[in-house]
């Protein structure tokens, strides 16, 4: 059996999710695979609306099952996307995500954390470590697997992301997280809380921004910048 951390990528667009397949693993694995992702990471996938997959050559009923499965661990309906496609973004969409990013940041920025100050941190935050604020928290560096950062407003860290942080932890909906990359072992913005699957990759870098709508945990990129 293939190592399950090869069997697939998976890849959120704005359009929906794409599975990219093994080419040498066979469909009974792909089922397992895709179904053990899902089922550890249901919170971050809700939402998720379309699913398609690019790999292994599969017959359209395969590929319709492997949605349906999907929609039975989520509870919501996920249709098939065939044939997707993840074209570059026109400059208006551009536009339009970059005008959407700075409203959020403007709302979160104009609410005032306690003490009104933003802490800067000029390091990489290891394992064991925590760095706490009354106010903002800047980070120039990563956040490691294990570091904590807490942060009654917001956390912006130039770096990726690999451990633990928690924006509006007195409870300050309107707070923000951002990063170069997001991949925390555990995200929470107020009372709300979500993950990085397992498998997530992207193929190009690009700031993201996370956030609170409709009592749920957001990540979007911004100023997008392909490779």
């Known amino acids: 059996m293939a190592d399950k951390k090869e069997v ?24 397992q695979n895709l179904a053990d992702k899902f089922e550890q990471s249901k919170n971050f996938f809700r939402g998720v609306k379309k699913i398609g997959f690019k790999g292994i050559p599969l017959t359209h009923e395969e590929y319709e099952s492997l949605a349906e499965k999907v929609s039975d661990i989520l509870n919501d309906k996920v249709e098939f996307w065939e044939n997707p496609e993840t074209p570059e973004q026109t400059t208006e969409e551009k536009v339009k995500e970059a005008i959407n990013a700075r409203e959020i940041l403007n709302r979160a920025m104009s609410v005032e954390a306690e003490d009104e100050y933003t802490k800067f941190y000029k ?42 942080v928690h924006a ?20 929470r913005i107020a009372d709300l809380i979500t ?33």
């Open 123 to 164: 390091k990489t935050l290891r394992s064991g470590q925590l760095l706490e604020s009354k106010g903002n928290v800047v980070i120039i560096g990563d956040v490691n697997p294990g570091a904590e950062v807490e942060a009654a407003g917001n956390i912006f860290v130039m770096g990726t992301v690999k451990g633990m």
């Open 168 to 187: 509006g932890k007195d409870g300050n909906r309107e707070a923000v997280v951002i990063a170069l990359n997001l991949s925390p072992t555990q995200l």
């Open 8 to 31: 697939l990528a998976l890849k959120l667009y704005k359009n929906g999710m794409v599975v990219y397949i093994n080419e040498n693993v066979p469909y009974k694995e792909v089922e």
């Open 195 to 227: 993950r990085s699957p397992e498998g997530a990759q992207k193929d190009y870098l690009s700031p993201e921004l996370a956030y609170i709508r409709e009592d749920k945990i957001y990540i979007e990129e911004f100023l997008q910048k392909r490779k």
